[in-house]
């Protein structure tokens, strides 16, 4: 599911949900409709992708993610070489796919290994970027992600009443 933010007030995109689709055997997926509708006005367009760093994942989003990414890169200076890793990580790594008129895009070999695909991938919704996985491997990281922040809910519900750590 996609959501315009404009009818809250809202100027970002927000990506929600998980989508299960198949991928064939010449690599191509269908980028789920709400995710299309996100990324350009008129359902069509592109969405950049990267291997994760993080694991066997990919990491997608507009260009608009990419833009905030270089931003908050470019303020840590010229000569950081944690700027430096990040560039290589994202941008270094990062494909540009134009999407078809029925809004699938053709993930390259290695992205596809990268991430284990294999007939099917679940797009990920994470608010504004979105992440691509192989489907068992996404089982576990959203049981892994439960557990953590039924953790960490106390720590959260701190920090959004302002009071911090």
Do not use: C, N
């Not at 980028?31 to 006005?41: Q, W």
């Not at 029925?102 to 695909?117: N, V």
């Amino acid at each position: 599911m996609g959501v315009s933010l404009a009818s809250f007030g809202l100027r970002r995109a927000m990506f929600i949900g998980t989508h299960i689709v198949g991928v064939d055997a010449k690599g191509r997926a269908s980028v789920p409709a709400p995710f299309r509708a996100l990324l350009s006005g008129d359902g069509k367009g592109r969405v950049f992708v990267w291997p994760s760093y993080r694991g066997p994942w990919l990491e997608a989003g507009d260009a608009a993610l990419l833009a905030r990414y270089q931003a908050a890169l470019s303020a840590r200076g010229e000569f950081d070489d944690l700027r430096d890793d990040f560039d290589y990580a994202i941008f270094g790594e990062a494909r540009s796919l134009d999407l078809d008129e029925t809004g699938r895009a053709s993930l390259p070999e290695d992205l596809r290994a990268h991430a284990r695909l294999e007939g099917k991938a679940a797009f990920v919704g994470l608010s504004e970027r979105f992440e691509i996985w192989s489907p068992p491997l996404l089982e576990a990281r959203v049981s892994e992600a439960r557990a953590r922040a039924a953790e960490k809910r106390a720590e959260l519900a701190r920090a959004a009443s302002g009071g911090g750590r």
